[in-house]
């Protein structure tokens, strides 16, 4: 009997490390949402990195965080780093890459704790009508063999942690 378990829990392992080793390790999320304001008001609000603290859940999941600036919000080079004993918050960094103004905004973001890696990500706002706004929020990174198996529940989560931003940014430019 404790044979046939060993060698079923050998398969297993073994098909999960096949799998692991086909699947992709890079992945790509976009989260967007429709503002009722026009498209210049939503992104001067949206390239202030800032701004994320009155949105973002990643942000707002700790009132005790500590966030350090540097630079000049809304324009490449700024850094927002971030401290939190909480682990889902944990220790890293966004810094903006690249704007193209009223358009789009890119990041890298480094993280430190709960684990290491660098990630990239881009919002851009398109014009839907004078007073209607597409906001589209892309993230972009990668998890190493073996841990990409990971990858389709860490993409369920981070959705929908993205469109709770979204949404939170909605309410926030559309009530004022």
């Not at 800032?50 to 973002?56: A, G, I, L, P, V």
């Not at 859940?57 to 965080?65: I, L, S």
């Not at 973001?109 to 890696?117: A, D, L, M, N, V």
């Not at 990668?142 to 529940?153: A, H, Q």
């Amino acid at each position: 009997m404790l044979k046939i378990i060993a060698i079923s829990i050998t398969i297993i392992i073994t098909v999960l490390l096949v799998a692991a080793s086909i699947m992709k390790k890079e992945y790509s999320i976009s989260s967007e949402i429709i503002i009722n304001k026009p498209r210049n008001t939503v992104f001067n609000y949206v390239k202030n990195i800032k701004n994320q603290e009155k949105y973002s859940k990643w942000v707002m999941a700790d009132p005790n965080v500590k966030m350090d600036y540097k630079g000049t919000d809304g324009t490449v080079g700024f850094i927002a780093a971030w401290k939190s004993e909480i682990k889902d918050v944990g220790i890293g960094a966004q810094e903006i890459t690249q704007i193209k103004d009223g358009e789009r905004y890119d990041v890298e973001i480094t993280f430190e704790k709960p684990f290491k890696g660098i990630s990239t990500a881009f919002t851009t706002t398109e014009a839907i009508t004078e007073n209607q706004t597409k906001v589209t929020t892309t993230f972009n990174s990668k998890t190493p063999f073996p841990m990409n198996l990971m990858i389709p529940m860490i993409k369920n989560m981070l959705l929908k942690d993205m469109n709770e931003n979204a949404s939170n940014l909605k309410k926030i430019l559309e009530t004022q």
